[in-house]
C-alpha cells in the first residue's frame, strides 16, 4: 500500500492550495480518508476525513469552511482545497487510510500514512 501525498507549497495568507493524495496497493473502497498536519514543536492533529464510498465528511473546527475534502474515485485520489490560509495552518500535511466506523479523527483509526507534504504559509 503506498500513499502520495503532493501539493504543498509556500502561499502568502489569504491564498489557496490544492494537496492530493494518490492511493494504490489495495481497494479503497472500505476504507476512510483523513488529512493530518503536525506543525514545528507540536502534535500531530486531525485535519479533515472522508468516506471514500457514502462521502461522509468531517473537518476539525480550525479548517471548517476553509478547507474542502473529497475524492476522485476513477483516479483513486483524495483532495484537500485549502482556502482563506494562515500562518496557523503551516505544518507538514499527512493523508492516511483507515478501516474505521468511526469519525476519523483519531490517528489510531489509520493503518497507513503517506510522507507528508509541507504547507508554509506567509504572513
Known amino acids: 500500500v503506498q500513499l502520495q501525498a503532493s501539493g504543498g507549497g509556500l502561499v502568502q495568507a489569504g491564498g489557496s492550495l490544492r494537496l492530493s493524495c494518490a492511493a494504490s496497493?489495495?481497494?479503497?473502497?472500505?476504507?476512510?480518508m483523513g488529512w493530518f498536519r503536525q506543525a514545528p514543536g507540536k502534535e500531530r492533529e486531525f485535519v479533515a476525513s472522508?468516506?471514500?464510498?457514502?462521502?461522509?465528511?468531517n473537518y476539525a473546527e480550525s479548517v471548517k469552511n476553509r478547507f474542502t475534502i473529497s475524492t476522485n474515485n476513477a483516479e483513486n485520489t483524495v483532495y484537500l482545497q485549502l482556502n482563506n490560509l494562515s500562518p496557523e495552518d503551516t505544518a507538514v500535511y499527512y493523508c492516511?487510510?483507515?478501516?474505521?466506523?468511526?469519525?476519523?479523527?483519531?490517528?489510531?483509526?489509520?493503518?497507513?500514512w503517506g510522507q507528508g507534504t509541507q504547507v508554509t504559509v506567509s504572513s
Open positions: 492516511a487510510a483507515g478501516r474505521t466506523y468511526g469519525l476519523g479523527d483519531l490517528s489510531r483509526e489509520y493503518d497507513y
Open positions: 496497493g489495495r481497494t479503497f473502497s472500505p476504507y476512510t
Open positions: 472522508i468516506r471514500w464510498s457514502g462521502g461522509r465528511s
